[in-house]
């Protein structure tokens, strides 16, 4: 591919995608599609030949456009990825086009210097000091592991990192949690069956006197308690848990505090109900993500650590052919040092350029509008007796039932996935569904500077007449 054919193809994609963005509220939040069809479109042998540029847009307009997923679309309100703002995709563009590699100092010195500034922005926002360092990571699930990776090595004194786990380790967490935290408990040695799941009590937070009882009995058994992970925004309903509690706990028990803020960090951005006295400051460690209520495009997760020291005593390895002979005054930054990953992708350019952009209060204003329409959802549940809320939305997810046919909680559960893919197959709303203690739930979740408050009732209102429709059947 030529300069020319470059610029031309350029500029034909942006077009593309500006007309799909303007256009994006009159598409389907689903495709109409079958599985079958869809694979069968991707399904021919490597090309051998070449193809114009020409051919490939036009290939990707027939077979990959039309049957996208449209989570910009104001009516998208499912599983947590957000409306990516314009200015971040044009960041990833950008971050494609330059393939600045972040692992190394080498190989990107501005765009280091960048993602570092990027870091100190988030550590800044969560209330941490100048000590502080991160990384930008794939997601909260990648984050989540740093975090718990460099939990067990402080626990451990700096042993585990050689010697591997010794004895038994257990790490306490809501059983609200996501389930990235058991996975990262399993990867850093300790197996999945040593997390403790705790209930939570009305509004979904961690039970306390669940949490001292499991470590007590822990204790009893030998068991080492490693670590807490406290959640700041559930996935199911954004509660919070008492992270000033579990501090003191941990403190007490010599125990790392990782918190997993990768949703509900974004209220750190809200006028109308800030959070800065819930204690996220006081976690070792922190899962934020970007690209869930930063609004974002995908990729940009982050870990960021209190004591930054505590990356590079769990990650920092120099091997001959990376060691950069030339710093004599050490000041180039190799963040593959200080975290797990090396060769990745400038992430922290599209988030940057967003908050350059928009601003940190335009975006707080958004993320406003979403916590602003789960409460009116809210308020609408509350005033329909055939519908229950899990809970007052402190955030923006919100978890609602139909109970109008006093169903048992088997039938109940049918009709609610049932229902979900109705809404589905409308194409104007995607949400999905969860259980809450032992109970079916639609959950609904504007992470989504599009959706306006008639979206809920709307939204509302297709539940109701689906709900009603299926219990007729
Ligand atoms: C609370 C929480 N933690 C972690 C994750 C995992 O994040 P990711 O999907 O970016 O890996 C999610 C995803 O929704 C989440 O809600």
């Not at 963005?21 to 389907?28: F, M, S, V, W, Y």
């Not at 800044?124 to 067990?152: E, I, W």
């Not at 309903?237 to 000033?244: E, S």
Request: hydrophobic share 40%; proline share 5%; glycine share 8%.
């Amino acid at each position: 591919m030529n300069d020319k054919e470059f610029r031309n193809l350029g500029h034909k994609v942006v077009d593309l995608l500006a007309d799909y963005l303007e256009g994006i509220e009159n598409k389907r939040v689903f495709p109409d599609v079958e599985p079958r069809t869809v694979n069968a479109l991707f399904s021919g042998p490597l090309p051998r030949d070449p193809a114009s540029p020409d051919e490939v847009l036009s290939e990707l307009e027939a077979k990959l456009l039309p049957y996208c997923t449209n989570v910009g679309h104001p009516g998208y309100m499912g599983l947590i990825t957000p409306s990516p703002n314009p200015v971040g995709v044009i960041g990833d563009f950008i971050c494609s086009a330059i393939n600045q590699n972040i692992g190394v100092y080498s190989i990107g010195p501005s765009a280091v210097a960048m993602e570092r500034q990027v870091v100190r922005w988030l550590t800044d926002l969560c209330g941490y000091d100048q000590k502080a360092g991160g990384n930008l990571t794939s997601g909260g699930m990648m984050a989540n592991f740093v975090g718990l990776k460099v939990g067990r090595d402080a626990a451990s004194q700096n042993k585990a990192q050689y010697e591997g786990v010794q004895g038994h380790g257990a790490v306490y967490v809501s059983e609200e949690r996501h389930v990235s935290v058991d996975k990262a408990v399993d990867c850093i040695g300790l197996g999945r069956n040593a997390l403790r799941a705790l209930p939570t009590n009305d509004r979904f937070q961690v039970r306390l006197d669940a949490l001292e009882d499991a470590i007590a009995q822990d204790k009893k058994n030998g068991i080492r308690p490693v670590c807490i992970v406290g959640v700041f925004g559930t996935t199911n309903t954004g509660a919070m848990d008492d992270l000033h509690a579990l501090r003191r706990i941990a403190d007490r028990e010599g125990m790392w505090l990782h918190v997993d803020a990768a949703y509900g960090g974004g209220m750190l951005l809200s006028h109308e109900w800030p959070v800065h006295d819930r204690g996220l400051e006081l976690a070792d460690s922190i899962t934020i993500d970007p690209h869930k209520w930063f609004y974002a495009p995908l990729d940009a997760g982050a870990v960021l650590v209190r004591d930054e020291r505590r990356l590079t005593a769990s990650f920092g390895m120099k091997p001959s052919y990376l060691t950069d002979e030339f710093d004599i005054e050490n000041e180039r930054y190799q963040y593959y040092v200080h975290g797990f990953e090396q060769s990745r992708r400038f992430r922290s350019l599209k988030v940057w350029m967003s908050f350059t952009r928009y601003g940190a209060d335009q975006i707080g204003q958004w993320i406003d509008h979403n916590v602003r329409q789960a409460k009116h959802l809210y308020s609408l549940v509350a005033h329909d007796p055939e519908f229950e809320s899990a809970s007052v939305p402190p955030m923006s997810a919100i978890c609602i039932r139909f109970t109008g046919t006093g169903l048992g909680e088997a039938d109940s559960m049918a009709l609610h996935a049932a229902v979900a893919q109705r809404v589905e197959q409308s194409g104007q709303f995607w949400i999905s569904t969860t259980e809450l203690k032992g109970k079916a739930y639609f959950r609904i979740n504007p992470v989504n500077f599009r959706t306006r408050q008639g979206h809920m009732d709307d939204l509302f209102a297709l539940l109701r007449q689906e709900c009603h429709e299926y219990s007729r059947a």
